[in-house]
């Protein structure tokens, strides 16, 4: 609660009034009501939800719904081919990896070939 007219609580408040108090030393309170920015005979609703109809309710159900399921249907969809683009990476390191592997078993058979004629 406030105690001078300058401030404004959502709370009544005191303001000074302009009379002189009986004694003449303290000045007398008036009690006044909270003043709020809403002009006179509008009337705040409970929430912005309570003003819909239980049709639009469903309806506005059945959109977020839709939109959910096209997200999905979306982001599924490039969950797919980033999968199939991390395959293709794969398998052409697959092929990379097996045509190294085949060089250095050829490397190893000469190798072989090679420390074998020269120990006989």
Known sequence: MAVTGDDTDEETEFA???????????PT??????????P???VMAASPGSLHSPQQLAEEATRKREL?????????KE???????????LESRVAVLEVQNRKLIEE?????????LKTD
């Open 29 to 38: 309170y008036q009690i006044r009501a909270p003043t709020t920015g809403l």
């Open 79 to 89: 969950c797919r081919r980033r999968k199939k683009e991390y395959v293709k990476c």
């Open 108 to 116: 190893l058979e000469t190798l072989k070939n090679i420390c074998s």
């Open 16 to 26: 000074p009034s302009h009379m002189a108090a009986a004694t003449g030393d303290m």
């Open 68 to 76: 959910r399921l096209m997200k999905n249907r979306e982001a599924a």
């Open 40 to 42: 006179q005979g509008v």
